[in-house]
Every structure is written in C-alpha cells, then in structure tokens.
C-alpha cells in the first residue's frame, strides 16, 4: 500500500506542475475528491493488521496536505503570471460615452443667451392648476382660446387643498409666470425652460409633449421696443448676425399688445425654400406685454410696473439649428441620431 501511495504522489507532483489553470479544479477532484485513489485507500484501512494501520493512515493524510499544498501553490502562481502579463501600456477600451440630448443642449443654449442679459432660470410645475394655467393668465373658463389648450387632466382624487380648479398636465410654461410673480417682489428678469402637453395629433412637426421656454421681465418703464431687443439679441447670438425678425400683431389673453415673431429663413436668408414653404420666413414665438390683468392676479400694481414675455418651442428651435425635419426623431431615442450631437 506504501508503494501505491508514493506512485499517487510521484503522479500528482507531475500532473499539478504541468498544470494550467483550468486543469486545477479537475486534478483536485482527481486527487483529493470523494472518489480519488487516496480515498479508497483511506476505506481499506481497516482491513490491514491493526500495527500497519497507523503508519499507512499517516502516510495517507501526510500526502493528501501536500497534494493540497502543492494545488494552492500552483493556482497562486499562474495567477501571478497572468497578472504579470498585465500590459499597463495597452491604449484603453474605447469607452461608450453618452452625449447630451440636442434639446438639451439648445435649450442650454438659450438659457446662456438670456442668462448674459441678467435673466435667471427658474422651473415650474408639469402638473398645474385650471387657474394657473388659464385663469390668471386672463383666460377665462369659456375663452375659445382654451380649445387649443385643452388638454390632460388628472383624476379628482389628486388635488391638493390649495389647488384652485382641476388639475391638468400644463399646456404651456406660461403659468410659471404665476408663480414666479406671486412668489417674487419686481424687478423680476426670468426664464423657465420646461415640457408642455397638447392634444395634438403626433406628425413630423407636432407632438402631444414637447419643450418650451418661456421669458418675462418685470420692471419699471419697459416698453415694447425693450422686447424686441432682447429678442433680435437672441436670435442673432442663436443663428446668425444676420438674421432678421419680423413682429406680426397677433392675440394672447395675457399678453397686449401681442405678437408673433418670424425669424428669416435660416437655410435660404429669406430668399424662398421648401423649409420656409416659399416665404422666406420662419414662425419661432409668441410675445407681447404682459396684460395689466395677470400683473394684477399676481398683486402687482400695473400702474408702476410693466412687463414683456415670451415664449417659444425648443424643438423647433432644434429643427431649425441642425436641419432636422421630423421632430418625432427627438424622442424615439434612436442611436444613430443621437450620437451625431456628440461633437455639440
Ligand atoms: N404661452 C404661449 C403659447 O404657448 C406663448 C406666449 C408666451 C405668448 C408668452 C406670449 C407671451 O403659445
């Protein structure tokens, strides 16, 4: 039995030295397992003479510690190898790394604009009130101008003690104008970048969810021609030095006298493309003088102070910056558009 057990080990001490790492795990089944030579010997113990027991059992156990011994040895050292082979020179694995969203980085954009002019960014709530977003915005219950408006409401249970109307998704940041003046003593010049829901029909150009930002100032002595600077600032910092704007008298319960503003048609300068539908100019916002009635709703006495806003879409601001002519790409979260903001 003695010569058995030497020939287990002479066998082990080559097999483990030859190993690699994966043979590891198998020669330790082999040698030390349940089923191993050393196991059965172990088991016909007991039939030798009881003066042979102790010394084989010994012999035994002795070289099952070395077999192990020799296992634990053999596995740290092919790991040190392999982390030897470890070359700190390599270049990296090129790293996938996310890019901002285009609406992100326009509305980023604009908000720098403004903010060069003093303005501050404030945020909103997504989740208004019927008076917030109608009512003291000078939109009564029955004004026709809330058809286009009327948009998402949330189910009664969730409204809150100090909600005045229904709760509905906002139609437009224009209630944040509310809140900022109810909450903030004039001069006031801020800006409120946010998502805005309409029941619109999902096409290239329209979506039921899309991203405004909204602009208002609150001062002593601002005029109309204050507006317009701010404006003509931001659309030449924004697209080109060049670009003119043109002011159409238009209608916004809150807003008066009101306008909407065309920028010339970035991709022709105003000569007549298929962008501009042949016209030479692009719809971009609405604006106007804050009607006395919402300085009033917000307690601010419109007899000292005067007030301009605006607010504009972001998407079509995007669209009209990179040359994008579906704006449901904005929102699909396909790769291949993404990606092409990297360099932004
Ligand atoms: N809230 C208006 C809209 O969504 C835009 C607007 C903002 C007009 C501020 C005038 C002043 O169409």
Redesign the pocket.
């Known amino acids: 039995m003695e010569e058995e057990i030497l020939k287990i080990k002479k066998e082990a001490v080559q097999q483990i030295t030859a190993a690699t790492a994966a043979e590891l795990e198998s020669l330790h089944i082999k040698f030390l397992g349940r089923k191993s030579l050393l196991a059965q010997l172990t088991a016909r113990l007991r039939e030798l003479p009881p003066a042979q027991k102790p010394l084989i059992g010994r012999l035994i156990n002795e070289t099952k510690r070395t077999i192990e011994q020799m296992l634990e040895e053999k596995s740290g050292a092919l790991a040190k190898a392999e982390g030897e082979e470890f070359d700190l020179t390599l270049p990296a694995l090129p790293q996938a790394c996310g890019s901002l969203h285009p609406l992100t980085l326009v509305a980023e954009e604009i908000e720098e604009v403004f903010k060069n002019l003093g303005f501050v960014v404030a945020e909103g709530d997504e989740i208004e009130d019927e008076d917030h977003n109608f009512s003291a915005l000078n939109i009564p219950l029955e004004h026709p101008s809330r058809d286009m408006f009327d948009t998402f409401y949330l189910e009664e249970g969730l409204h809150k003690k100090e909600t005045q109307g229904r709760l509905l998704l906002r139609?437009?940041?224009?209630p944040a104008?509310i809140r900022v003046m109810r909450n903030l003593r004039p001069p006031l010049a801020v800006l409120v970048p946010g998502r805005?829901y309409r029941p619109d029909a999902v096409d290239a150009t329209h979506s039921f969810m899309f991203h405004?930002i909204?602009g208002?100032a609150v001062d002593r002595d601002l005029r109309f021609s204050d507006l317009k600077g701010v404006l003509i600032n931001f659309a030449r910092k924004l697209f080109t030095a060049e670009t003119q704007l043109r002011f159409r008298p238009s209608f916004?319960p809150?807003?008066e006298p009101?306008a909407e503003v065309d920028i010339s048609c970035i991709i022709c300068k105003g000569k007549g493309c298929t962008v501009c539908k042949g016209n030479g100019w692009l719809e971009v916002?609405?604006?106007?003088m804050i009607h006395p009635r919402v300085l009033q709703a917000c307690g601010i006495d419109s007899k000292k102070w005067q007030g301009y806003?605006?607010?504009m879409g972001v998407e079509r601001i995007a669209m009209l910056k990179f040359g994008i002519d579906d704006i449901r790409l904005f929102y699909n979260n396909h790769k291949k558009f993404l990606e092409q903001f990297n360099a932004f």
């Open positions: 139609s437009h940041t224009s104008q805005v405004q909204e208002f916004f809150f807003t009101s916002l609405g604006c106007g806003a605006f607010g």
